[in-house]
């Protein structure tokens, strides 16, 4: 069946970098956009960047990641990665991968990874 | 950015009952030249990520009980989910895909009365 796996979170200070990781199983990679989104720890969900499925490599990110935050793949790895530098402690949150069901790189998204949590405290 | 407000933040439904969210939008999601809403319902449950319920505001993924029934156009949407059952507990969100970035609205958490 399809299945997204998140890892890579964990606690980090101030400033340093992450990078998260999503595997994905049971669908072609490499013809669906994917995202990433965050639920914060009072529960709202923020999108936060988007990926096209083929060589092209489109890409987008929300203003507040922009310059620190970066999605890309591998599709020889079925994997969805999303480097975080310069991390902040408002960037405390469940980190989660989604597929892309639109199909015009902004849809809705299903399914979803299980999450993983960061946390940014020093 | 489009804002999305759902109201009430918290309902306490009986069981066999109805509940009702709602969803509104700052700015239309109706796409005129399609005739489609870019909007997505999501439900989510302890522990687990957001599982999607509808998308084009009334279409009901496969696999999702016709008890759920989403409505609406334009800037206001509603989620319906008649003959409440214990395992319906959970929140629930708005999305819109109108426009980039893709927002939601805050949720609204449901519990049985």
């Known amino acids: 069946q399809v299945q997204l796996v998140e890892s890579g979170g964990g606690v980090v200070q101030p400033g340093r970098s992450l990078r998260l990781s999503c595997a994905a199983s049971?669908?072609?990679?490499?013809?669906?956009?994917m995202h990433w989104i965050r639920q914060t720890p009072g529960k709202r969900l923020e999108w936060l960047a988007v990926i096209s499925g083929n060589s092209e490599f489109y890409t987008d990110h929300i203003d507040s990641v922009k310059g620190r935050f970066t999605i890309s793949r591998d599709n020889s790895k079925n994997t969805l990665y999303l480097q975080m530098n310069s991390l902040r402690t408002e960037d405390t949150a469940v980190y989660f991968c989604a597929r892309d069901r639109g199909g015009s790189y902004r849809g809705w998204f299903d399914p979803w990874g299980q999450g993983t949590l960061v946390t940014v405290s020093s | 950015d489009i804002v999305m407000t759902q109201s009430p933040d918290s309902l306490a439904v009986s069981l066999g009952e109805r509940a009702t969210f709602n969803c509104k939008s700052s700015?239309?999601?109706?796409?005129?030249?399609?005739?489609?809403?870019?909007l997505a319902w999501y439900q989510q449950k302890p522990g687990q990520p957001p599982k999607l319920l509808i998308y084009?505001?009334?279409t009901r993924e496969s696999g999702v009980p016709d008890r759920f029934r989403g409505s609406g156009s334009g800037t206001d949407f509603t989620l319906t989910i008649s003959r409440l059952q214990a395992e319906d507990v959970a929140v629930y969100y708005c999305?819109?895909?109108?426009?980039?970035?893709?927002?939601f609205g805050q949720g609204t958490k449901l519990e049985i009365k």
């Open positions: 999305q819109q895909y109108y426009s980039s970035p893709q927002t």
């Open positions: 049971g669908f072609t990679f490499s013809t669906y956009a």
């Open positions: 084009w505001a009334s």
């Open positions: 700015q239309s999601v109706l796409y005129s030249s399609n005739n489609k809403n870019y």
